[in-house]
């Protein structure tokens, strides 16, 4: 993500998120705990900006995305998104289904660690926003449902047919997404869905706690791992060793590596600075 920007001023105020950045941990909350954080168009939209915003600005070197109330997110909104799709023709509903990836992406290609604090439900999109993550952070109450298939829908929906597979293996996404049936937190934890299982009522505690973790750590460091990780997964072995070959020699031009073997020599913690 560029970090040029044009002569907008950030925006401050979000309609359907709650926003916080303190000492380089932006935390995002899904806030429509009423609905169970379902989202509705303009929920989708405030995502998809927001991350690029809080991409462009450098300022963010972790981020946690959490759901207000009894819930993480319980999907699109039935009556605001599933009511209104019925009267859309093809090219509306085509950007609609855009926009909703174009969410994906950006979680995916954000150059900041992602860590999702899953309590309660993560149905339907609200599982895929999970999925996107880089790291999912669940409490002993967390369920995730990919729901597609149940409304009549392709459970591939906003990437989660290329992302569920890489992370659970093809058998597993193939059953959670062809029957769209609820995976609890023990079991997600077993298939690899699931990072870290807290105890109860605790994921956002320990979310904030990876959060900061990531955040005092290399950022530079971090966001090329992150972009490998994602760019590799379908790549050539010959293609992706050449592509590490050409990240290190650049890192290893930067001041973070240079700093981590003075800090060694002198035997302190070493002081990143993401450069």
């Known amino acids: 993500m560029s970090p040029f920007t044009g002569s907008a001023a950030r925006t401050c105020d979000w309609e359907h998120l709650r926003v916080d950045l303190t000492d380089g941990v932006a935390t995002v909350t899904l806030a429509r705990p009423e609905k169970l954080n ?32 009894r819930g993480f997110c319980s999907g699109g ?51 895929v926003l999970a999925l996107a993550a880089d790291f999912r952070v669940a409490d002993p109450s967390a369920r995730f449902a990919f729901l597609f298939t149940r409304v009549g829908l392709s459970g591939g929906d906003m990437g989660a047919a290329y992302l569920l597979p890489r992370v659970v293996g093809l058998g597993h996404a193939t059953r959670l997404l062809m029957l769209g049936e609820p995976v609890r937190a023990p079991e997600a934890e077993r298939i690899g869905l699931i990072s870290e299982l807290t105890d109860e009522g605790r994921a956002d505690e320990a979310a904030q706690a990876l959060a900061r973790r990531l955040a005092d750590g290399p950022a530079l460091a971090h966001a090329q791992t992150k972009a490998l990780l994602t760019a590799e997964l379908d790549m050539p072995l010959a293609a992706a060793v050449e592509l590490d070959a050409s990240t290190q020699a650049l890192l290893m031009n930067g001041e973070d590596y240079a700093e981590f073997h003075a800090a060694f020599t002198e035997k302190r913690p070493p002081k990143w600075r993401g450069r």
Do not use: K, W
């Open 77 to 127: 909104d039935v009556d605001e998104i599933i009511g209104a799709t019925l009267a859309m023709d093809t090219a509306q509903l085509l950007d609609f289904n855009r926009m909703t990836g174009q969410v994906v992406r950006a979680i995916r290609e954000c150059p900041f660690p992602v860590i999702a604090a899953v309590h309660g439900v993560a149905a339907g999109a609200g599982a």
């Open 38 to 69: 379902a989202l509705t168009f303009g929920g989708y939209a405030d995502l998809r900006d927001l991350l690029a915003e809080l991409s462009r600005e450098r300022a963010v070197r972790a981020l946690v995305l959490a759901g207000e109330g």
